[in-house]
């Protein structure tokens, strides 16, 4: 096994293959969204069930499988999910996602971006050993040249796979027929063998943000829970909630947040939720209040008071892209946020439901980075974060 980060031969190779390629982040035309070219950083973490570690990252036109039995110390080869190249999608919003099926089937999860800007389709592979992954499928069955881009896949313990996702079907018979449509919507799809196949798509809720990733979690009676950012009237970029029932159709959609920021436009800033040991949801999110962009953290209830339980903010101004996972009673938030010299990793550790959180620095880099994740291996929790500099890298959380 060779060590990967801060590699230098390793990452030359890898610059070589195309690991580092730039891509533009369009904002789907929308004022002032525009994003700047920079490295192809976004990537996935999970913990097997025998506790070796599975990263799935873009090489080139290929998904790429590392996996670590020493917690990031050292990695095996890499072994490509998709034997036949294709493009794809590798932002900290729309990257390749990883996953354990309850049969121990291995999934991964990608956005296939079409020529046409903001146009895309949701692919999966699965490998019953980690190295030999099937053809990859397209969960969906709809086949035109629009949106079908930034996925949430979520496995439940009865071998289910349900995948959701940011679809613009309806905005685009909506213009053909000439009538108004806010937004986009979500639809899902699901697999119950384990994602060998899926079952026909069908929407869950019109009016979602056009570009900001979902986020799901399993809630404490098991039902499949979706989160998004929405379009509240008159042009609110809040966010909503969903349950779904056993045949997987939305229970119902409510609103989750409700700091009414106004903007014409989407901030690809989206959402992280988790339900603790105890049942409680707890969320991190993006939005403006009071005049103030900040990363926010609260506990959403599906209810009708119209408000958020426990709202504060996380890290300073400058916060960003804030993740969440809970285990052995503790909650773990991590972000990073520039310094204006270097990008710094931070966490924040609750022992007590929320109530409280204490402060954690973990790392900086003075180059590009992708989005911090929280994962989890039994009762314990880690940040994973992949830089331009310093490659993968997993950090232990007290």
Known sequence: MKTFAGHALARTLLLGLGLFA????AADGMPGMAKGARPELGSSAVFAPDGSLFVAAKQGEHVMIYRSADEGKSWSAPAAVNAQPEAISADGENRPKIAFAADGGLLVSWTHPF??????SVRLARSADGQRF????????????ITHRFESMLTLPDNRVIL??????????????????TGAAIYAAISTDGGRSFQPEYKLADHSCECCRLTSAIDHDGAPLFMWRHVYAPNERDHAITRLKLDGTAEN???ATFDRWKVDGCPHHGPSLVVDEKGVRHAVWFNQKDGEARVFYGRPEISAKNEIDGQRTVGGPRAAHADMAAAGGKLAIAWKEFDGERTQLRAMISSDGGDSFTDVALASTDGASDQARVIRRKDQLFTFWRTEKEGFRLFPLP
């Open 134 to 145: 099937s053809p990859p499928l397209t969960v969906h069955q709809d086949t035109a040249i």
């Open 115 to 120: 020529p046409k800007p903001n146009t895309g």
């Open 164 to 181: 959701a996702w940011i679809d613009k079907r309806d905005l685009e018979s909506a213009k053909a027929a000439k009538k108004p449509y």
């Open 253 to 255: 959609v409510q609103r």
């Open 22 to 25: 730039t891509l533009g982040f």
